[in-house]
């Protein structure tokens, strides 16, 4: 399973960075994913990343773009 880490997109609506919609920031190893929305079907923890915190989970990711959804299962039998 892989490390996703989770974190509130302050940069929304600012070019490159989604609309303001797009309030989150998915972190799979160095690829960046920005949603609306997310949902965390696995056990999850807070961490200290420098000055930001971040939500991390371990479990198997899935993107629905039709309602930019990013979530984050247990396995990949989804």
């Known amino acids: 399973m892989k490390k ?3 974190r509130f997109n302050k940069t929304r609506g600012q070019n490159g960075r989604g609309t303001l919609e797009h309030v989150w920031r998915v972190f799979d190893d ?3 994913y920005i949603v609306k929305h997310v949902e965390i079907n696995v056990s999850s ?3 200290q990343e420098g000055e930001d915190w971040n939500i991390a989970c371990y479990g198997a990711l ?3 773009k039709e309602n930019s959804t990013a979530i984050i299962d247990k396995d990949d039998s989804i």
Do not use: L, S, V
Request: glycine share 8%.
């Open 62 to 64: 899935r993107i629905d």
């Open 45 to 47: 923890f807070g961490e």
């Open 4 to 6: 996703y880490r989770i």
């Open 30 to 32: 160095k690829k960046e």
